[in-house]
């Protein structure tokens, strides 16, 4: 069993940052792929980013190109998410989960494990 717990999220104005963490136990993730993915109200989870545990691969969903960065510390089993940049649009729950099929993948239904989700709210 894995669990993910999520903090780091708030409130911030419009083209402020804040980063995310997403602090992973109960086993060993040498072979996990790990990533972000955000729910709006009234809109479905959508994927953020995404990277192997080894760090050596990321992805990105194309509206948080060059503003967001994912980044895991091996050591702390901790995952992270710097969100710089940030305007309205980006304000949702961010969910940060766990896949054991495949390094990084923008399919939510690859996820195995969950955590339970931070709000992020961005005012204008």
């Known amino acids: 069993q894995v669990q993910l717990v999520e903090s780091g999220g708030g409130l911030v104005q419009a083209g402020g940052s804040l980063r995310l963490s997403c602090a992973a136990s109960?086993?060993?993730?040498?072979?996990?792929?790990m990533g972000w993915f955000r729910q709006a109200p009234g809109k479905e989870r959508e994927f953020v980013a995404a990277?192997?545990?080894?760090?050596?691969?990321?992805y990105y969903t194309d509206s948080v190109k060059g503003r967001f960065t994912i980044f895991s510390d091996n050591e702390k089993h901790t995952m992270y998410l710097q969100m710089n940049s940030l305007n309205p649009e980006d304000t949702a729950v961010y969910y940060c989960?766990?896949?054991?099929?495949?390094?990084?993948?923008?399919?939510?239904?690859?996820?195995?494990?969950w955590g339970q989700g931070t709000q992020v709210t961005v005012s204008s």
């Open positions: 989960a766990a896949t054991l099929s495949a390094a990084t993948t923008p399919l939510i239904h690859e996820y195995d494990y």
């Open positions: 990277i192997s545990w080894s760090g050596t691969n990321t």
């Open positions: 109960g086993r060993t993730f040498s072979s996990y792929g």
